[in-house]
Nanobody, 116 residues
């Protein structure tokens, strides 16, 4: 069964840090690019970060460049999103994603709340 399971969200003060994790199963993780998206209530999902299958290529949304870092451990079938210098506007649900031949695969999401 193909599955993505996010974890690591929570409540953090502005300027703080969180690390999100996404554990993958049911497919050959090391051969697929991975992405993190976020979705505010009533809005579409926005791409936050991308990482290639081998980890050599990463890209970021302008709003998170210099603050967020995507990485992966293919031995652990896990992709990470390190989020530093968090701002209240980063508050939303974060999803990991991959695109397989069967289509888009999404996790259940993890809530990140940045508030004092």
């Amino acid at each position: 069964q193909v599955q993505l399971v996010e974890s690591g969200g929570g409540l953090v003060q502005p300027g703080g840090s969180l690390r999100l994790s996404c554990a993958a199963s049911g497919f050959t993780f090391s051969t697929y690019a991975m992405r993190w998206y976020r979705q505010a209530p009533g809005k579409g999902r926005d791409l936050v970060a991308f990482i290639s299958s081998g980890g050599q290529t990463t890209t970021y949304a302008d709003s998170v460049k210099g603050r967020f870092t995507i990485s992966r451990d293919n031995a652990k079938n896990t992709v990470y999103l390190q989020m530093n210098s968090l701002k209240p506007e980063d508050t939303t649900v974060y999803y990991c994603n991959t695109v397989l031949t069967m289509g888009n695969i999404w996790g259940q999401g993890t809530q990140v709340t940045v508030s004092s």
